[in-house]
């Protein structure tokens, strides 16, 4: 399996804008669509967004389109969220994810093969 570190979060005001990353380790990072998920205090863990296994292909939930981008350099093993006019509900650990299975595309946390630990995005004034 690969292993997944991300960085990038922080505390942030509402507006603002933070950039994800997640470092994958290995030489297959390209065999694995990706996604990022958060969870909230109290919630479930949710999709956020994801990525095919090229990068041509791209989903996100209704919740963050046009606020967030998901890409990724299978060059450098990373993925990214850039996270733009952000909310006081954006506020959650956010986790990258990746899947090698077919197809690409999944909202099922389940579904993800491999984690990283997680980087809290704190959205407030």
């Known amino acids: 399996q690969v292993q997944l570190v991300e960085s990038g979060g922080g505390l942030v005001q509402p507006g603002g804008s933070l950039r994800l990353s997640c470092a994958a380790s290995?030489?297959?990072?390209?065999?694995?669509?990706m996604g990022w998920f958060r969870q909230a205090p109290g919630k479930d863990r949710e999709v956020v967004a994801a990525?095919?296994?090229?990068?041509?292909?791209?989903y996100y939930a209704d919740s963050v389109k046009g606020r967030f981008t998901i890409s990724r350099d299978n060059a450098k093993n990373t993925v990214y969220l850039q996270m733009n006019s952000l909310k006081p509900e954006d506020t959650a650990i956010y986790y990258c994810?990746?899947?090698?299975?077919?197809?690409?595309?999944?909202?099922?946390?389940?579904?993800?093969?491999?984690w990283g630990q997680g980087t809290q995005v704190t959205v407030s004034s």
């Open positions: 290995g030489r297959t990072f390209s065999s694995y669509a």
């Open positions: 990525i095919s296994r090229s990068g041509g292909s791209t």
């Open positions: 994810a990746a899947r090698v299975r077919l197809p690409w595309q999944s909202t099922d946390p389940d579904d993800f093969d491999s």
